[in-house]
């Protein structure tokens, strides 16, 4: 409800932040989890979902603006595909980077801690990538028709 009434003009602060949310929250993870903090984890996770929230809608609503009168339909369902396929290639990548964690091996209070933090460590370059196509995307202006 925060970012409902944001018009196309101001769609650039909120996937940006929305973005720098995003990767905060996921870099957060790699120190809380691993020291058990649930304090730390319950405010990574409020920072993810308030990014995820805060910039999913401008980046669809962008999406379409920037297509071709004829591509919108498609863009706009394209979308939420990209999202489940990004869903299914994260899980998978998560388990993966468990396993090579030591996870598979034992499952004890060090292994835990250990994959607790390469989990998310391992993500960071990914992260990056997102900020730079947070920016790249909004580096200029969308058409408001």
Do not use: H
């Not at 730390?40 to 071709?68: D, E, H, K, N, Y």
């Not at 598979?104 to 998310?120: C, H, R």
């Amino acid at each position: 409800m925060a970012v409902s009434r944001v018009t196309p003009a101001d769609d650039e602060w909120v996937i940006r932040g929305g973005a720098v949310c995003i990767a905060i929250g996921a870099a957060g993870f790699a120190v809380a989890v691993p020291t058990g903090s649930l304090l730390g984890t319950v405010a990574c996770a409020l920072l993810q979902g308030a990014g995820f929230g805060a910039c999913w809608p401008a980046i669809v609503q962008r999406t379409v603006r920037l297509s071709a009168p004829a591509d919108r339909p498609l863009a706009s369902s394209s979308v939420s595909t990209m999202q489940r396929i990004g869903y299914a290639v994260g899980t998978a990548a998560v388990g993966i980077a468990a396993n090579l964690s030591g996870l598979s091996d034992s499952i004890s209070a060090m292994a835990a801690k250990t994959a607790g933090f390469w989990v998310f460590a391992a993500f960071a370059p990914v992260l990056v990538l997102g900020l730079v196509c947070a920016w790249r995307f909004t580096a200029t202006a969308a058409p408001t028709k």
